[in-house]
């Protein structure tokens, strides 16, 4: 009897001593560099030694291009509710332009763009994902803000879409300006960027509203379609989107009035400087193969071209890509299997799409538009 | 065998079962908290590492976000604190009226689950077996799209001879307002209730006096009503009328006046009390059961009636086996008013997550809300203890 009891003490005792060791190991070094500084010394011993008492630089211990190579796919957090920009189809496949976006970053790492789990978040889920290093990275059009990029711990990658929060009225209500809105209830997703920018353009015009909060893109406009609210807001690409989706999509129209700037991009959590600029170089290679006039079609012919930043863009001159940590051929896989920026585009959003959403903002800034890339030198 | 060895004196208190015990019982807890202070610590680490260590200096900013229905004032300019309040309202609201309902309901059906009637009884068996089986958060969205949400539309609201009206935005009913009168007639009224319970309290004395027990509290109600009669219209000769009726009408796109509620306030509502009052059915049910036939035999035997059986027999006595499993009860429905995220309601949680989002104080408002439940359901666990107790002296 005693002599039982003294064996599971023994275990128990053991176990605490492990634990305790646990402990003690930690208070000198950070857990997770402690556990890289063991598992990877030549990834990141280094960095570790030069300065030891330094908080780790993310959570994983090892850069994310390490974790993701050793996975063999990209975790990308996505929009399954967003025809156009993110969208789960019939058949269980992902579409959209940000789900372009999640391709052209595994043809970058892996020279294929099916190298991807896609992982569908709500609008408040995003963040806390992102930061828990539950996804690699985030592009679920989300708005680039001051605070999302400092408090939230994020980073922002070149914006790839320029939108702006617009309202959905139905034709039949008589609202035609903002200001009809008064007395109305206002049909908005909670956590967003749409449901600040709401109460700050009512505020301030001294309009009153009721907003009716839901969860999801999918409750708010089933919500609106039944009659509970008068107008839905979101950004306006949402709103084409989601206004395609409808029953009878003619019977409701887009207020002219747009209520802010809602520039869409990639986002990186903070502290992996490498990952960030692979994701932001990304982005640039989309923009400059438009802007060169590289396309999927002729990427192959301009591989041999003339134009040393063409040359430089695909890999046929200079190291561009092992700067980045990858192969020379990053950028030419890209346009290769998933496009230039002009082609995402208007794969997803484009005249042969239902949305037929102009570029406007969203042209290279030879046609007037914001998007600029970098020189690729 | 202890003894024993002990009489040779020389037993290490490595082998001593006394010691053993205490060094066990000893070693748990260090075990313990060893693992929660390594989890914490690695919480707090891993926050530190992201830049953004727990702070809770973010409760005094600016909240910058509407909220659909508040309790309070409450505006964008209010801070996240207010914002918190305005949802720990709304939940207290759900969950008292929720219980309260659940209660009354359950006990309904309950009694109706072991009526002779056979119509009774089967209705009552399937709105607790079907009720029962069904997930809440299933329950919760077919209530909200499928039957708030499919009300008719404001322009051609039902109405009750324009005393209510029933709509998808909400449930409007005439509600009276102050008026002129009613800073005098408060007075008045307050006035006419104590009087009207000094006379109950009065017919209650007299009752115990002579043993014939009167209906006293029909004495005290009366004479308040009687009394707040008359000082209406004394109130009214004075300054005008205490109070007027409020209308709902449609004013612009809503209607405007009159008592207002919410089909997200509804959905959880009314999700709350038929699902809970279900189980509460089952509770009761068994509570009676418990009681042993002899009582009913006996109250029969002396001429009480049915209902008096129920009342002044039955009931007493099963509330001692209600009482306990009805506390549980009472915290599963205060628990699962955090459901109301789903159907849009701005509770505690749901205004908790959206300033998870804008704010980006994920542990520290979940801290906050799982504190306030603990709070909530270790309050009612406490009250419903105290009642326990309470009616156990009464009975025995």
Redesign the interface.
């Known amino acids: 009897?005693?002599r039982k009891?003294?064996v599971?003490?023994l275990v128990?005792?053991l176990?605490?001593l492990a634990?305790?060791a646990?402990?003690g190991a930690?208070e000198t070094a950070?857990?997770?560099e402690a556990a890289a500084a063991t598992t990877a010394p030549t990834a990141t011993s280094e960095q570790t030694a030069a300065q030891p008492t330094e908080?780790?630089a993310?959570?994983e211990g090892e850069g994310t291009l390490a974790t993701v190579k050793a996975r063999g796919k990209i975790i990308c957090g996505v929009n399954q509710a967003v025809p156009g920009f993110g969208f789960l189809q019939p058949d269980g496949s992902f579409a959209g332009f940000d789900i372009d976006y999640c391709k052209a970053l595994s043809s970058a790492v892996f020279g294929s763009p099916d190298k991807v789990e896609y992982r569908p978040l709500n609008?408040?889920q995003r963040?806390?994902a992102l930061?828990a290093g539950e996804i690699d990275v985030l592009i679920r059009n989300t708005t680039w803000t001051l605070?999302?990029d400092t408090?939230?711990?994020a980073n922002f990658a070149p914006t790839t879409f320029y939108d702006g929060q617009g309202i959905m009225v139905r034709k039949d209500?008589g609202i035609k300006t903002l200001a009809d809105l008064?007395?109305?209830?206002i049909c908005v997703s909670?956590?967003?960027t749409t449901?600040?920018n709401?109460?700050?353009q009512?505020?301030s015009r001294g309009i009153n509203?009721?907003?009716?909060?839901?969860?999801t893109a999918d409750?708010t406009t089933?919500?609106y379609l039944?009659?509970?609210c008068?107008a839905y807001t979101t950004d306006k690409s949402g709103l084409v989107a989601r206004q395609s989706m409808f029953p009878h999509p003619e019977d409701h129209m887009i207020l002219d009035e747009t209520l802010s700037k809602e520039p869409l991009g990639p986002v990186v959590?903070?502290?992996d400087d490498q990952w960030f600029d692979i994701v932001k170089w990304m982005v640039f290679a989309t923009f400059q193969a438009e802007e060169s006039g590289v396309t999927s079609q002729n990427v192959d012919e301009m591989k041999n071209a003339e134009d040393p930043n063409i040359r430089k863009l695909l890999g046929t001159e200079g190291d561009m890509g092992a700067k980045l940590g990858l192969d020379n051929d990053w950028a030419y896989n890209i346009i290769k299997q998933v496009g230039n920026y002009a082609e995402i585009y208007n794969r997803n959003l484009g005249p042969d799409t239902v949305f037929n959403l102009p570029r406007g903002m969203n042209s290279s800034w030879k046609d007037g538009g914001l998007l600029y890339s970098p020189p690729f030198r | 065998m202890t003894f024993k060895e002990s009489d040779h004196g020389a037993v290490p208190f490595w082998r001593d079962e006394r010691y053993l015990q205490i060094i066990a019982q000893v070693i748990v807890v260090v075990v313990l908290i060893a693992i929660g202070w390594w989890l914490i610590h690695n919480l707090l680490t891993g926050l530190e590492a992201l830049g953004i260590p727990m702070s809770f200096k973010f409760l005094g900013l600016t909240a910058q976000f509407d909220i659909g229905e508040s309790m309070i004032e409450y505006s964008r300019n209010s801070t996240y604190a207010q914002a918190l309040l305005v949802g720990l309202l709304n939940t207290i609201k759900v969950s008292f009226l929720g219980i309260v309902f659940a209660t009354l309901f359950g006990i309904i059906i309950g009694i109706a689950r072991l009526s002779k009637n056979w119509l009774v009884n089967k209705l009552a068996a399937i709105y607790v077996e079907a009720l029962r089986n069904i997930p809440l958060l299933v329950f919760l969205i077919f209530l909200s799209t499928s039957v708030f949400h499919k009300l008719p539309r404001v322009q051609n609201a039902l109405s009750a001879w324009g005393w209510a009206y029933l709509t998808n935005r909400g449930i409007y009913v005439v509600w009276p307002q102050p008026a002129g009168g009613w800073d005098v007639y408060k007075w008045f009224l307050l006035g006419s209730f104590i009087i009207g319970f000094i006379v109950a309290a009065i017919k209650f004395r007299e009752g115990k006096k002579t043993g014939r027990m009167p209906l006293y509290w029909l004495w005290g109600f009366v004479v308040f009503a009687v009394l707040a009669a008359i000082t209406w219209f004394i109130a009214q000769f004075m300054a005008g009328p205490p109070m007027h009726l409020d209308f709902p009408s449609l004013q612009g796109r809503n209607f405007k006046g009159g008592k207002s509620l919410t089909p997200e306030f509804m959905a959880i509502f009314t999700g709350l009390v038929i699902y809970t009052s279900a189980f509460i059915a089952e509770v009761v049910r068994a509570g009676i059961q418990s009681v042993s036939k002899g009582q009913r035999e006996a109250a029969t035997a002396v001429g009480l009636s049915g209902f008096q059986t129920m009342r002044l027999v039955i009931f007493p006595q099963a509330m001692r086996v209600i009482i306990p499993p009805l506390t549980s009860q009472y915290l599963n429905l205060t628990k699962n008013s955090s459901l109301a995220i789903a159907v849009g309601y701005p509770d505690l949680f749901a205004v908790g997550s959206t300033i998870i989002n804008q704010a980006g104080r994920a542990v520290e408002v979940i801290l906050i809300t799982m504190g306030v439940y603990l709070t909530f359901s270790l309050l009612t666990s406490l009250f419903m203890n105290w009642y326990n107790k309470h009616t156990r002296l009464v009975e025995r």
């Open positions: 009897m005693s009891l003294l599971v003490l128990v005792l176990a605490a634990l305790a646990c402990g930690k950070a857990p997770t908080k780790p993310q959570q609008a408040k963040f806390t930061q605070t999302r408090e939230l711990g209500s008064e007395g109305a209830s909670s956590g967003t449901e600040l709401l109460a700050d009512m505020a509203y009721t907003p009716v909060v839901f969860e409750e089933g919500a039944d009659g509970r008068d959590r903070h502290g």
